[in-house]
């Protein structure tokens, strides 16, 4: 039987997930840095000073020397494996040492990879997502491009402190001896990419959206951009390709140590940006901010697609996988939504035109189309505060309030916004209208609970219609704790006119790299995620309902105009 691996180097733990070549999971493992590597003495898999925020790289090696060796225990037949692919968290920064190439070139495979690459590296503790303290990186680099939004048309992005460029300039500015030890600088996704190859891997076009650096026009790293953030960088930051492209075969180190065969293609790996919710709050402060005075920009996108638990909201940090994109959200008539922390719409693009209140980024299953992303801050917080509001310890009392009232709520909509929005200029507050447009001061609990979860389900429309691509959907595909929801995933069929399908897998970064790295090896290969193996439907369109949200969605949006806060 063959098989494909894919490995997910999340900020918390290393999962490596073995499937057959129709996709079925045939093993998976996870290192947990914190428990399982104490030796580190990480939080939640970081270290933190302040707005600094790094993470040790011989961390993640020795992560990756203790997975692949429980794999081996678990009887695994590394030669069956055909290809590997995966992901990482975005945005991060490997800085690679003098001589550190050929050292990979020449790994011992006797020895582990974490004894033979302790002196790879220019620093051990490598910036990642979470870092938030290169602000003043960014304003020069803004600056230097003539403003926000000639950086944002150039990268997809203004300038953002966790992104890679503004983090290499950092270096440059302040820590020149580790930039000037710097031989080679990756991603986290080409770092681990350039591990299982035994030389540099490059990095995908889906990833380097993300770095301030690369035009998603051109698709290639900006010269002008580059050139701000450090000298000769280009030539220390390699080439882009495109996110379905075959590295090469894997280095002998692991045929020899572990029996891969040596015709186990490398796909180059891409992005997965876990994202704890306070700083990803901080992010959108400060892209709102720098977009107030101009239209809306084009920037990178954060897909925030977590796993689902048995219950909801979830209570963790919610993770953004790039490659996730094969496993929810496989073509261009299909509606993405991660119902988490925050609650997160995404969809193929053919052109990166700027879309209002969004974000756009390479396409990392299809190198000459993008995706774009709308996140809502108000997601599972807001739906929880309100359940509590309504006098609900749980989400079954949740929904049996909801199931009182029929769709449309008899007239009355509500509002709310716990956190300034980042898909439309709403001043914070709960506004509630009765059929009349009357504004009142509270709902009885049962109105409260439908209100809630209609007013969300519909800004979501609102939002998808300003980019004018409801028509194109076929099918909405739902992900996060709160697809858990029977009530809320049926009002999204029902304001969406569209069947809904919930992921059923938890382990979707890692799947995706398999299916990366199965789409790689078999040009025909066409996984269906309808056919139950993967996703089971959850929720057809209601006529009758539907056309009273079509109804409603008019009223909502006279409603909303009333509370925009004017930015001119």
């Not at 006797?110 to 503790?125: G, V, Y």
């Not at 996988?321 to 959200?329: E, M, P, Y």
């Not at 609102?462 to 194109?472: A, F, H, K, Y």
């Not at 069947?499 to 890692?510: G, L, M, N, Q």
């Amino acid at each position: 039987m063959e098989t494909f691996l894919g490995i997910d180097l999340g900020t918390q733990q290393l999962k490596a997930v073995l499937t057959d070549e129709n996709l079925n999971i045939v093993c998976i493992e996870v290192i947990n840095y914190d428990n399982e590597l104490p030796e580190f003495n990480t939080v939640g898999g970081v270290h933190r000073a302040g707005e600094t925020v790094t993470a040790p790289v011989l961390m993640w090696i020795k992560a990756l020397d203790n997975v692949l060796y429980r794999l081996k225990l678990n009887g695994i037949e590394f030669s069956s494996i055909k290809a590997i692919s995966g992901a990482a968290q975005q945005h991060g920064s490997v800085f690679w040492k003098h001589g550190a190439e050929q050292i990979l070139k020449t790994l011992n495979f006797r020895e582990t990879l974490f004894n033979q690459l302790q002196k790879s590296f220019a620093t051990n503790n490598c910036p990642i997502w979470m870092d938030a303290s290169t602000t003043s990186e960014c304003k020069i680099l803004e600056d230097s491009c003539g403003g926000p939004m000639q950086l944002a048309m150039r990268t997809g992005s203004v300038g953002c402190e966790r992104f890679t460029g503004p983090q290499i300039f950092k270096k440059y500015r302040k820590e020149r001896h580790i930039y000037d030890s710097t031989e080679h600088v990756s991603l986290i996704s080409s770092f681990l990419c350039s591990v299982f190859c035994g030389c540099y891997a490059s990095v995908d076009f889906g990833d380097a959206s993300g770095t301030n650096l690369f035009n998603i026009a051109t698709f290639k790293w900006d010269d002008h951009c580059v050139n701000v953030c450090g000298k000769d960088l280009k030539s220390k930051l390699g080439d882009c390709v495109p996110s379905t492209t075959s590295i090469g075969f894997i280095a002998d180190y692991f045929v020899k140590r572990y029996g891969f065969s040596p015709a186990c293609s490398v796909i180059v790996f891409t992005g997965d940006n876990p994202f704890l919710l306070k700083s990803w709050m901080h992010f959108f402060e400060k892209l709102l901010y720098k977009l107030q005075d101009s239209p809306p920009a084009v920037s990178h996108i954060l897909c925030n697609i977590v796993p689902f638990t048995s219950a909801w909201p979830i209570n963790y940090s919610s993770s953004c996988q790039l490659t996730s994109l094969a496993v929810l959200c496989q073509s261009s008539d299909c509606l993405g939504i991660s119902l988490g922390t925050s609650d997160t719409l995404f969809f193929w693009l053919h052109k990166p035109d700027p879309i209002p209140s969004g974000h756009v980024f390479c396409n990392p299953l299809q190198h000459d189309a993008y995706m774009g992303l709308i996140c809502f801050r108000n997601g599972d917080g807001t739906r929880t505060n309100i359940r509590a509001l309504c006098g609900c310890k749980t989400w079954y009392e949740f929904e049996l309030l909801v199931a009182e009232t029929p769709p449309g709520n008899d007239g009355y909509i509500g509002i709310y916004f716990d956190e300034s929005e980042t898909s439309c200029s709403i001043k914070t507050g709960y506004y509630r209208f009765n059929v009349d447009g009357k504004l009142l001061q509270s709902f009885a609990p049962n109105v409260e609970a439908r209100a809630i979860l209609e007013h969300q389900c519909l800004s979501k429309r609102v939002s998808l219609e300003n980019v004018c691509l409801t028509d194109e959907m076929k099918h909405i595909q739902v992900t996060g704790g709160a697809s858990e929801n029977s009530a809320l995933v049926q009002i999204l069929s029902d304001v969406f006119n569209l069947p809904v399908y919930k992921i059923k897998t938890a382990h979707s970064a890692a799947l995706g790299g398999c299916a990366r790295a199965i789409m790689s090896e078999s040009k025909n290969f066409n996984f269906n995620f309808h056919s139950g193996n993967y996703a089971e439907l959850v929720a057809l369109p209601r006529p009758f309902a539907v056309e009273i949200y079509n109804t409603m969605i008019c009223r909502y949006k006279e409603l909303i105009k009333l509370f925009t806060v004017d930015q001119s």
